[in-house]
């Protein structure tokens, strides 16, 4: 990075990618150029976006700028969640052993299981019928 006070990372969940910048500041978090509250209107994903730094005690002390795209809400609010964690290792070392015990460095792997051909779904089939 070029500029000392900025730190950037990236965050995965299902199909989602948030990339994640963070600066010292007031405590304002943008996505996608709007307000928290504005773009997660749900209070449960913007608790989920707010955990990792309830979890380092820094919740006033950066500002967040993220842009997330691709799958869901869900998605993307464990994407962001999951980007801020790494930024804010980037920023101390000291925060990784509270994200580790909260489990927010880890990348959440499921993924949605394709489906098969000759059944409705991933594991769903039609109804057998012997006669």
């Known amino acids: ?4 006070d900025l730190y950037v990372a990236v965050g995965r969940r ?12 007031k405590g304002n978090i943008t996505i996608n150029k709007k307000n928290l509250a ?12 707010k955990q990792p730094l309830e979890a380092t005690e820094s919740m006033e002390s950066f500002d967040i700028s993220v842009n997330v795209q691709g799958g ?7 994407a962001v969640r999951h980007g801020i964690s790494r930024a804010l290792v980037l920023v101390d070392e000291k925060n990784r052993s509270s994200l ?3 489990g ?10 394709r489906k098969k051909y000759g059944h409705k779904g991933a594991r769903k ?5 012997k006669r």
């Not at 990075?1 to 000392?4: G, H, L, R, T, V």
């Not at 504005?38 to 913007?46: D, I, L, M, N, V």
Request: hydrophobic share 35%; proline share 0%.
């Open 125 to 129: 089939s039609f109804q057998f019928s």
């Open 100 to 102: 580790k015990k909260n």
């Open 14 to 25: 299902k199909t989602s990618i948030a990339r994640v910048r963070i600066k010292k500041g």
């Open 38 to 49: 504005e773009y997660f209107k749900r209070a449960t994903y913007q608790i989920i976006v």
């Open 1 to 4: 990075m070029a500029d000392k």
């Open 72 to 78: 869901g809400l869900t998605g993307q609010a464990g």
């Open 104 to 113: 927010f460095l880890t990348r959440d792997s499921r993924m949605v299981e």
